[in-house]
């Protein structure tokens, strides 16, 4: 769970000049240099993401951390799931920092463990739970990871969903899907499954507000998470950038509801957003459904093209945001004086078993 308690860094810190701030981060780092990797998701602030050493979405960052098997002290600009991720795929004398503890992300927080458990003895009630896979998305705690790597099942990530909804229909019959409603719903949407053969499962709701005749029929059941920050895209946004310019491409994060992904004309992960666009030839326009803080990287990174954000309003991950200078350099002096503070650990029980959830998506 990720409320935990940061401590108050102080005036010191949160009153500094931005570029005074900026000048003292450049000078820790070079003090730690040879232990320090510096990471930053791609909806990081630019004020933190400019000092990154890589730079990329949640799993690609993981993986990073885990490559760079020379580098100690792993500072991760982003949020909690992510370092329990990197945590979880590093090696014994690798240490994860998250530099302000309040930076979670509500979706993750959205499917608990007991409340997975809770929902797979009432699903056992009505058909064979054996036969029910899980698959999670890889923004959720590492104690659901933990729970599906024991159940057989498998992580996945906004690139790789479809393929791994595929492969766990295989090898059962039904998907349990969660925390995210709509990156599951656009995933069994992508693989051709009907709309009949997915249900919903409302949490607090007895047999997550179902019918037992409709669990027996169905192959994906999606647990009812959502994105905050993706829920306010809407198919009025989309009709509205078509209706003022035809000509203009709508990108969007498939944890977009449905009506949104449908009537875009490409969706994907961060990653594949940035590629679509670096790719796209000069003056293409582009609407794009994604966090606020990355549509603006887009804009400065390529004024060649036209780019906007897909809805009127400004989409922030409020948690991404807590990630702030002030809380970057207040964690790297802490760790040049040989202090730890906001060390992200996973007990080894539940990361030996979200391994092996993590390893099966990435054989598959
Ligand atoms: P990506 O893995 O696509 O970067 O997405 C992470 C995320 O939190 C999107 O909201
Ligand atoms: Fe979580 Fe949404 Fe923020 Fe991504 S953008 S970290 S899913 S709240």
């Known amino acids: 769970m990720t409320s935990l308690v940061q401590v108050d860094i102080g005036a010191a810190y949160l009153e500094q000049a931005e570029d005074t701030l900026h000048r003292r981060i450049l000078s820790r780092k070079e003090e730690l240099a040879d232990r320090l990797l510096l990471l930053a998701h791609h909806y990081q602030q630019e004020a933190v993401f400019r000092h990154a050493d890589a730079t990329g979405d949640s799993l690609k960052l993981a993986r990073i951390a885990a490559e760079n098997r020379e580098k100690s002290l792993i500072v991760f600009c982003g949020v909690h799931f992510m370092a329990e991720s990197a945590?979880?795929?590093?090696?014994?004398?690798?240490?994860?920092?998250?530099?302000?503890?309040?930076?979670?992300?509500?979706?993750a927080d959205m499917a608990t463990r007991p409340e997975v458990e809770w929902a797979f003895a009432e699903l056992g009630q009505v058909i064979d739970a054996d036969g029910l896979v899980p698959v999670t998305y890889v923004n959720s705690?590492?104690?659901i990871k933990a729970l599906v790597g024991e159940r057989g099942g498998s992580v996945?990530?906004?690139?790789?969903?479809?393929?791994?909804?595929?492969?766990?229909?295989?090898?059962?019959?039904?998907?349990?899907?969660?925390?995210?409603?709509?990156?599951g719903r656009n995933s069994a949407a992508a693989i051709g499954l009907a709309e009949?053969?997915?249900?919903?499962?409302?949490?607090?709701?007895?047999?997550?507000?179902?019918?037992?005749?409709?669990?027996?029929?169905?192959?994906?059941?999606?647990w009812d998470g959502y994105c905050t920050v993706h829920m306010q895209f809407s198919a009025a946004h989309v009709e509205a950038w078509r209706a003022r310019d035809p000509r203009v491409r709508i990108i969007v994060h498939p944890e977009c509801r449905r009506e949104?992904?449908?009537?875009?004309?490409q969706y994907g992960s961060t990653e594949a957003i940035i590629k679509a666009i670096e790719q796209a030839p000069p003056g293409s326009k582009w609407a794009v459904g994604t966090e606020i803080n990355l549509v603006r990287r887009l804009q400065a990174r390529h004024p060649e093209q036209d780019i906007h954000s897909l809805s009127p309003f400004q989409c922030l991950c409020s948690t991404m945001y807590r990630i702030k200078p002030a809380y970057l350099l207040w964690i790297l002096d802490?760790?040049?004086?040989?202090?730890?503070?906001?060390?992200?650990?996973?007990?080894?029980?539940t990361a030996a078993s979200a391994r092996l959830a993590l390893e099966r998506m990435l054989a598959i």
């Open 141 to 143: 705690s590492a104690a």
């Open 87 to 107: 945590d979880i795929l590093t090696n014994e004398g690798q240490r994860v920092f998250l530099p302000d503890l309040r930076a979670g992300c509500p979706m």
């Open 334 to 349: 802490h760790l040049a004086a040989g202090r730890e503070v906001n060390r992200i650990t996973v007990p080894a029980v």
């Open 196 to 222: 009949a053969e997915v249900i919903l499962w409302r949490r607090g709701r007895p047999l997550g507000g179902n019918d037992p005749e409709a669990v027996k029929r169905a192959r994906v059941i999606l």
């Open 260 to 265: 949104v992904v449908s009537r875009a004309d």
């Open 156 to 183: 996945c990530t906004s690139s790789n969903a479809e393929r791994v909804l595929q492969w766990a229909l295989a090898k059962g019959e039904r998907v349990f899907f969660f925390p995210d409603e709509h990156l």
